[in-house]
């Protein structure tokens, strides 16, 4: 399995650095909210994370890591490439998104934004439950020929449209554990 590795796009080192400068900037832009609103900064029940399962995992447990706040967790699961699909087959909710949303701040965690259809389906879900704020944070985004159907407002790393494995990231299941991110071979899925 491992000789399907073409090389390594993003090094453990340079994750790390970038998903502690995206846990300030939430964290920057998650104060803001509450200051306008009045709420202390130690307020329970103000923030909802939202990972995605479950390719945001690692990341979701290190970026919560550098967020100094109160913040509550609401996994979902959704699916788009099942099994060994290299291309979106559309995104669907495979889980329960909880109902307790309504007046708080949601961020949704992804682990990379290629079409937006994930995106633009959760985006729909969370505001279905009126919250009070929403925001998108993913990883990673794919440099495509054309816009994606959403968007997030914070992004770590765009990187050119080829597909990646590892830190939380698989193909047909494997590779989740790798802690670097690595371009997979075309070899591997193109038969
Ligand atoms: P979208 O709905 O934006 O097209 O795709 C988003 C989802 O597809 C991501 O949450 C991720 O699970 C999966 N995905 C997109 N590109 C890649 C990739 O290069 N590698 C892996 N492993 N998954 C991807
Ligand atoms: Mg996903």
């Not at 968007?151 to 990646?164: K, L, N």
Request: aromatic share 6%; net charge negative.
């Amino acid at each position: 399995m491992q000789n399907h590795i073409d090389r390594v796009l993003l090094g453990r080192g340079a994750i790390s650095d970038r998903v502690r400068a995206l846990g300030d900037e939430l964290a920057r832009d998650l104060t803001g909210e509450l200051v306008k609103e009045g709420s202390p900064a130690d307020a329970t029940d103000r923030i909802v994370f939202v990972p995605v399962m479950t390719g945001a995992l690692v990341f979701t447990a290190d970026l919560i890591r550098h967020l100094p706040l109160p913040i509550a967790m609401r996994l979902v699961s959704v699916s788009s490439y099942p099994g060994a699909a290299t291309q979106s087959k559309g995104a669907t909710l495979k889980s329960y998104l909880s109902d307790d949303l309504a007046g708080r701040h949601v961020v949704i965690i992804d682990d990379i934004l290629d079409t937006g259809e994930t995106m633009r389906m959760l985006r729909g879900l969370v505001e279905d439950r009126r919250p009070a704020s929403v925001r998108a944070c993913v990883l990673l985004k794919k440099q495509l020929g054309k816009p994606a159907v959403a968007e997030a407002e914070h992004v770590g790393f765009e990187i050119p449209d080829e597909f990646v494995v590892g830190y939380g990231l698989d193909y047909d299941g494997h590779y989740r554990n790798l802690p670097d991110i690595c371009v997979l071979k075309r070899e591997a899925y193109e038969g």
